[in-house]
């Protein structure tokens, strides 16, 4: 396959956006995407989304959002896979683009979450888990992922303060991120005393959900050492994997498999290790999420993840750098999207474009999303030179 | 892009599918083209679907079916576009084929309809149509196909019964085909008297909605080769395009756009014409759809589709034979799946499997899926030699 290029980014600022209608969020990050590769016409559309026939009352976003941009004719589909679908939607245009058969694509990932009531929302968002098995039972898609938190630490002797880093890191990073729902520094103090959602996850161990669009432009790679002056960011490293759906089908339900066989194969693919990594984009839609994922992808011992908060090793001077940008903690969670800002965050670092949250020297970038409770994960490592 | 092979596929009976879950519906699609290409692991699975969060309150099909099928640690997307879900998925499947990142994909249409009732299903199709501009107003999915077909009329001079053709084609054909929700012949008389559902389209221009899967295996079209005794099924041809989500907003909507610009790609690429095309599944949504269609694809002038089916072109022995397993009208749209099951049906053909319907020496298949009222729209062409 060929290689790929990320030409041209966008985003808009996770927010309860009420005077922006579904497309204009999508089309709003597009358009960004656009302009900053200084292009004005694509081969294809892939959209990321999860929610919007419950949300929206609409499907076919392909077209829906191809329409709405002036991408009259061009190929354009919507790719899901519960919070994975940014991601999954890159990994969409990349094989098309690799494959030869398109030379460029647009990757959106949107997702309209405000215009419906709270409950409403975390029953859509139930969708994401096991309709039979899981959500029969009435358990919510926190709390499973409560029930996962408790098991951990208990297995492992970990307190709940203990994954207090891994939130105010995010918290502190999303300060200097114009375009991160949450701008509010918070401590171990207020991480303990913060309301419970399920316990023990508590409103500052979950993620903030939100409206929020993110795009990416794909190009061949040799088309962008043809352009001077604009960054060369390759996307060298790409995989998907994925484990049961339900959390209790698993062999093990303190270990992501598929963070691990999706990123064994991203670095075998990129033809680096956990060591190359500069900044680590992880998908900390729960505290415990952050834990898991590092140590799926080699940069803690099992039941270890949570170590390398304490120990200040995922600060922006630490030996992997998480969620520079605020990640899903701070920047917001719209779900669909955030494998986009995640893609989004890495080029922004490549480039160096990150001002005080900048990972100096940063030449390796990964980004980590996932749908589900660790049900389809997908890794992309992207460099630049 | 490499070229992909179809070494397996597999269908189950549309119909009211009461004793078997969506996890069942789609799994015995991919366990019978699995058993069909003689594999029992492959590098990913891409689902197509519409409905599942509306319909069974599941997102996430792609890990869902993995999960089912027993495809652990597999890579697995779901891909929509509407009522092109399954032809969208398949070209997602064949993209990832293609580029060289996998060496074989599982494509699964697959749609559950029936636990819903009708005006709970009727709501979940209009999210294919545009929520804010078309279904605001309270039109439903047929009531805009019905627009178009009263003003084909108008523009034409066409009569309704001369659409009755199409219909008794279809119905005709799917006389022989096991996996047809359908089984009854009709004539003109009893076309023009069935049902009224929304002026002029009555029920027998309808087709009938209903569960349903169908799959297909993809691999290098190399490997097929070094497999004796295993017919050689290419994919000739794939291409996808978009025209506007409102069917008010196009320049002309009596012209499916998307389905000249996708046919003329996918003609190109396989390196063929109309007149080499000697079965083509088309997407008889509605009867007019059916005139479009082949009005788009170059096989009538514009205005005269309709002729094809008074002249007997459309039959088995004709110009271009169509829907000859029964097309969604008597085989049935479940309208995710429908995609793949035009693929099964041209493969069929292809390897001389259709007995009664079988085209004789048919070496070039077309199958063309429809996303909306002709805002996605998907070609692909398959031969054998």
Redesign the interface.
């Known amino acids: 396959?060929r290689q790929v290029a990320i030409l041209g980014i966008g985003q808009i600022k996770v927010d309860e956006h009420w005077d922006l209608?579904l497309?204009e969020l999508g089309g709003n990050a597009a358009f960004a995407a656009m302009q900053d590769a200084g292009m004005d016409k694509v081969d294809?559309l892939f959209v990321g989304n999860?929610?919007s026939?419950?949300v929206?009352?609409?499907?076919?976003?392909?077209?829906?959002f191809?329409?709405w941009i002036g991408?009259?004719?061009?190929?354009?589909?919507?790719?899901?896979?519960?919070c994975?679908s940014g991601a999954?939607a890159l990994?969409?245009g990349l094989?098309?683009v690799?494959?030869?058969?398109l030379d460029s694509a647009l990757v959106v990932g949107v997702e309209k979450m405000t215009d419906k009531a709270g409950h409403d929302v975390t029953a859509?968002l139930?969708?994401?888990a096991?309709?039979?098995y899981e959500?029969e039972q009435g358990i919510s898609f926190v709390g499973i992922n409560a029930l996962v938190m408790r098991r951990y630490m208990y297995e492992y002797g970990w307190k709940h303060e203990d994954f207090a880093p891994f939130s105010i890191n995010s918290h502190a990073n999303a300060m200097n991120n114009p375009y991160a729902r949450l701008h509010e520094k918070i401590s171990v103090e207020k991480f303990e005393k913060s309301s419970m959602v399920a316990t023990p996850i508590n409103l500052l161990d979950a993620s903030p959900t939100g409206d929020g669009a993110a795009a990416a432009i794909l190009v061949p790679a040799e088309r962008v050492m043809s352009l001077p002056g604009k960054p060369r960011i390759t996307i060298a490293g790409?995989?998907?994997?994925?484990?049961?759906?339900?959390v209790h089908?698993r062999k093990d339900p303190l270990f992501l498999?598929?963070a691990y066989?999706s990123s064994r194969k991203a670095y075998e693919m990129a033809n680096v290790g956990p060591a190359d990594i500069d900044v680590f984009e992880l998908h900390d839609a729960f505290s415990i999420m952050s834990a898991l994922s590092l140590e799926a992808c080699g940069f803690a011992e099992r039941g270890q993840g949570v170590r390398l908060g304490l120990d200040d090793e995922i600060g922006l001077n630490g030996r992997v750098p998480v969620c520079t940008r605020g990640g899903l903690k701070a920047r917001g969670h719209p779900v669909g999207a955030t494998g986009m800002y995640q893609i989004v965050e890495v080029v922004q670092q490549l480039r160096g474009e990150c001002d005080k949250t900048q990972v100096d020297g940063a030449k390796v970038g990964m980004a980590q999303n996932i749908?589900?409770s660790g049900?389809?994960i997908l890794t992309h490592i992207l460099t630049t030179n």
Chains 1, 2 share one sequence.
């Open positions: 396959m209608s497309r294809a999860m929610l026939p419950l929206s009352g609409q499907n076919q976003l392909g077209a829906f191809s329409d991408l009259w004719d061009q190929e354009a589909v919507k790719v899901e896979a519960a994975g999954a990994r969409s094989m098309a690799a494959s030869g058969d859509a139930a969708t994401a096991d309709a039979d959500v790409s995989a998907s994997a994925t484990d049961s759906i339900a089908s498999n598929a066989l749908g589900g049900a389809t």
